[in-house]
């Protein structure tokens, strides 16, 4: 998974929810066991902004949201760019 790919979701026409939050629970876990800490911020610029625009877009599909504020929690625990500002763009409920 690279760059890339987040890229094509972010400028995919079709519904990308599924997509997004598969994605990003691999890079999550990825961060986590270390295997992608150290090349990961343009990764997350765009999770950023898939997470933000997917976040407002499964509010009928509660599983989706559920698993995007898990892989929210994990970013902040993990400190990892761009977490406060989805925090701050999306109150938890």
């Known amino acids: 998974m690279n760059f890339s790919f987040f890229f094509f979701l972010k400028?995919?026409?079709d519904?990308?929810?599924?997509e997004v939050v598969l994605a990003s629970e691999?890079?999550?876990?990825?961060?986590?066991?270390?295997?992608?800490?150290g090349d990961?911020?343009?990764?997350?610029?765009?999770?950023h902004d898939l997470?933000?625009?997917e976040y407002a877009a499964v509010a009928d599909q509660p599983?989706?949201?559920?698993?995007?504020?898990?892989?929210?929690?994990r970013m902040l625990l993990l400190g990892l760019y761009g977490t406060e500002q989805?925090?701050?763009e999306h109150e938890r409920n």
């Open 51 to 53: 997470i933000s625009r």
């Open 15 to 18: 519904q990308t929810f599924e």
């Open 63 to 73: 599983q989706l949201r559920r698993r995007l504020l898990d892989v929210i929690d």
């Open 40 to 47: 990961s911020s343009l990764d997350l610029h765009y999770l």
């Open 11 to 13: 400028e995919a026409c």
């Open 26 to 37: 691999h890079l999550i876990e990825l961060i986590e066991t270390d295997a992608r800490r």
């Open 86 to 88: 989805i925090i701050q």
